[in-house]
């Protein structure tokens, strides 16, 4: 069997990303993108929480943020910030992160509508247009949830996701590069608000879970998860077809998110 892992974004647009996708199903070559968090195990803990309908219940709003505050070198020397290799700029290169979180949070299920706007670019000689370098997203979907998405080369490092239900929240301060460790973790709150006539306290309830896998160049950590699921793959002679799925979903989305936003932020549709 014939594998690439695609490093992220995995194209400039959607229908390159197409094309990329069905070269490879014709030719029989399994493609998975390189989000390193999806093969975590703390992923699949989380999963088992959020489908844990006292715990979470109905999911109602995904929040995300994925920063570095980046040296001035970096708006000179780094591919990033030359819109003729990374046209997507920190959407690209941040939000893809965010927009598979909050996919796959709800199930992979497509929102109907999303919303972008580009809080700042950088307009430099050797980019042919302006590099976008913070940006925000919102994206609505058909149950009422809804995702909201921070990513930025300017703001200081930060890589949290939230999930708000109806019966509590999911919070995981790291869930992309987890903190250095030996284990990984995320925290879910079912506080609760009581009232006795005109006495109001907000009485707090935090359950911490660890999971025992490493942060980083370790044989737990997600990094060499990924290479053992591609190597899987292989000795399986067969294709799975979520991996691109997952990949074609998440570009669809921000490309979505980057047409609102050179839109003056106009909703933008998938239906």
């Not at 989000?35 to 703390?42: D, E």
């Not at 109907?112 to 940006?135: M, N």
């Not at 708000?164 to 929240?169: D, E, F, I, Q, R």
């Not at 053992?228 to 998440?250: C, H, M, Y």
């Amino acid at each position: 069997g014939k594998h690439v892992v695609c490093e992220k974004p995995c194209a400039p647009n959607r229908a390159d990303l197409e094309e990329m996708l069905e070269a490879c199903r014709r030719h029989g070559v399994q493609f998975i993108d390189g989000v390193m968090f999806m093969h975590s195990q703390r992923l699949g803990r989380m999963r088992q929480v959020l489908d844990d309908p006292e715990t979470i219940g109905s999911i109602r709003r995904i929040t995300s943020a994925f920063t570095f505050c980046a040296p001035p070198d970096f708006f000179t020397d780094n591919i990033r910030a030359r819109s003729a290799l990374e046209p997507h700029g920190c959407l690209g290169d941040l939000g893809w992160y965010c927009i598979r979180l909050s996919l796959w949070a709800v199930r992979w299920h497509m929102p109907y509508a999303v919303v972008g706007r580009i809080l700042a670019q950088s307009d430099r000689p050797q980019s042919p247009t302006p590099v976008v370098t913070e940006f925000s997203g919102e994206l609505l979907f058909q149950d009422g949830a809804s995702a909201g998405f921070y990513c930025s080369f300017l703001a200081q490092n930060e890589e949290w996701a939230h999930v708000s239900g109806t019966k509590g929240c999911l919070h995981v301060e790291d869930f992309v590069v987890p903190f250095s460790g030996r284990e990984t973790a995320f925290q879910v709150h079912n506080h609760q608000f009581l009232k006795s006539g005109c006495e109001f306290k907000m009485a707090p309830h935090e359950t911490l879970f660890t999971v025992d896998e490493h942060s980083h160049g370790h044989a737990t950590a997600q990094e060499s998860n990924l290479f053992r699921e591609f190597s899987s793959q292989v000795r399986s002679g067969r294709l799975n077809d979520e991996w691109p799925d997952f990949a074609l979903k998440t570009q669809i989305v921000m490309d979505a998110c980057l047409d609102s936003a050179r839109r003056n932020s106009c909703v933008t549709s998938l239906d």
